[in-house]
C-alpha cells in the first residue's frame, strides 16, 4: 500500500515537472518575444494609441472569463466526458460568443462616451472577433490541458503569438498603422491558436450538441464563471478608473507598466496554475497528497517571486529604459510600485489552482469578489493622487487577497497559516542581503555600464544568499532543489575529468 501511494505521488510529481517544464519554456520564449515587441512598439507607437487598445481590451478580456470558467473548467475537472458533452460545451460557447459580439456592437458608443476620447468603439468592435476566436479555442484547450499535453499547448500558444502579435504588429507598426497594428495581430494570434487547436484537439465541426447536458455544463463551472468574472473586474478595474478620470495618455502609461508585469505574471504563473490545477483535481480526495504539493510548490515558488520582484523594484528605471525608451520614463515609478506585488500576484494563482482543484469554486467567487471591488475603490481613490496612487493601491489590493487565498486554502487541506507565514519571512530573510548593499551603495544611472553593474552584481548577491544561507534559511525543499544543483555541477566537472 505504502509503496503504490509514493508510486502514485512520483508519477504525480513527474507530470507536474513535464508539464511545468514544457509551459514554462513556452512562456519564457513568449516572454522574449513580448519584451522584443513591446521595445519596438513603444518606439512606433504613441501613448494615445496603447491606451485605445488598453480601453477596448477591457470589454474584450471579458471573453476569456466567460469562456474559461463557463466552458472550459468544466471540462478540466469533470471526472469523465464524452463526445455529446463535449460538442454541447463547444456550440454552447460558440452561441455565448455571437450574443457578446451583438451586445459589444450595440453598447461600442457608450463604451466610448465613458473613457471620453475617439475611436475606442470602432477598436473595440474590431477586437471583439477575438471573442468568437476565444470561444472555438476554450473547449479544445480544455481537452488538451485535460489530457496533459502541455507540449502542444506550449507550441501552440507560442507560434501564434509570434505570426500575430510579433511579426504582424511590428510590420503594420514600422508602417504607420498605430493601434490598428495592436488590433489586427490580436486577432491573427487568436485565429491560428484557435484552429491549431480545434485541429489537434480532434473535435469536429459534426458533433451535434445535447440540449439535455446544458444545465451539466453550466452548473460546475457557475461559480468558477463568476470567479473568473470577478478576477476580469479586479484586472480590468484601474484601466477603467485610469482612462475615465486621468484620460488615454496617463492609461497609456499605466498599461505599459501592467504590461511588464503581465509578461513576468504569464512567463511564470500562468503555466504554473495550468500544470497545478489538474493535478489537484486528480488528487482532491486525497487532503494529505494536496496539503504535501501545495506546501512544496510554495517553497520554492515564493523565494523565486520574490527575487524576480526585488530585481524590478531595484532595477525598474533600467527595464523601462531597455523595454519602452527614455520617452516612458514616467512609467518606472508605476512599474516599481507594482513589481512589489509581483509576488502575490504570481503566487496566489496557486492556492487559487488548490481551491478549483478540491471542488471548492464558491470560495474562489466570493475571494473574487472580493478582489474586484478592492482593486476598483483602491484605484478610484488613487487616482485622486495620480497614477502613482493607483498602482500603490493595487499592489496594497492584491497584497491583501492574497493573504485571503493563503488563509482559505490553509483551511481546506488542514495546513498551518504560520508555516505559511514562516515561510514567507525565510524568503524575506534570504532576499535583504541583495536589497541591503543595493541601497547602500551609491548610484549613477546617467552611464550605461553603471547600472548594467549594479544588475549583475545584485545578481550576484542573490546567488551567493542561495548557496550559503543556512538550512533552516531555507526549508527542505528549497534545500533540496540546492543540493540537486550542487551535485549535477560536480557530477559535470567530474565527467568533463
Known sequence: MTATMHDSERASGQVVTRGLRWLTLGRLAEMGLS????????????????????????????????????????????REVGPDYLATSFWLAIGAAIVLLALIAATAPLVERFFGFAGVSVVLVAMSLTILLKAISSVPRALLQRQLRFRQLAVISLSSYLAGSGLLTLVLGVYGYAVWSLVAGAVLSAAIEALAMFLLSGLGWRL??????????????????????????ANTGPNSVVGHWLGAHM?????????????????????????????????QHDLARCRADFFRTLSI??????????????????????????????????????FAALLPRCA????????????????????????????VAGAWVGSHYGLHGVALATSLSITVVYVGYLACACRLVGGSFAELLRLHARCAVLLSPTALVHLALPRDSGSWPVPIGSVLLDAMILFAAFCLAPSHWLGSDLCALRHHLFNRRTQGVADND
Open 348 to 375: 496566489f494563482k496557486i492556492a487559487e489552482s488548490l481551491i478549483v482543484g478540491l471542488g471548492q469554486p464558491a470560495i474562489v467567487a466570493r475571494l473574487q469578489a472580493f478582489y474586484g471591488a478592492l482593486m
Open 35 to 78: 519584451f522584443l515587441a513591446t521595445a519596438v512598439l513603444a518606439r512606433l507607437l504613441a501613448p494615445e494609441d496603447f491606451g485605445l487598445m488598453a480601453a477596448a481590451a477591457v470589454v474584450t478580456s471579458l471573453a476569456s472569463a466567460v469562456f474559461e470558467g463557463s466552458f472550459g473548467m468544466s471540462v478540466v475537472q469533470k
Open 301 to 338: 515558488a515564493v523565494p523565486c517571486f520574490g527575487a524576480i520582484s526585488l530585481m524590478m523594484v531595484l532595477h525598474a528605471d533600467l527595464a523601462v529604459l531597455i523595454a519602452l525608451g527614455h520617452r516612458w520614463a514616467d512609467t518606472t515609478p508605476v512599474v516599481q510600485l507594482l
Open 251 to 283: 492609461l497609456g502609461l499605466y498599461s505599459r507598466g501592467w504590461k511588464l508585469l503581465d509578461v513576468a505574471v504569464s512567463a511564470v504563473a500562468a503555466p504554473m496554475s495550468r500544470v497545478m490545477l489538474p493535478v489537484f483535481s486528480r488528487t
Open 208 to 233: 451535434r450538441p445535447r440540449i439535455a447536458l446544458i444545465g451539466d455544463i453550466l452548473r460546475p463551472g457557475s461559480s468558477f464563471t463568476v470567479a473568473q468574472l470577478f478576477n476580469w473586474a
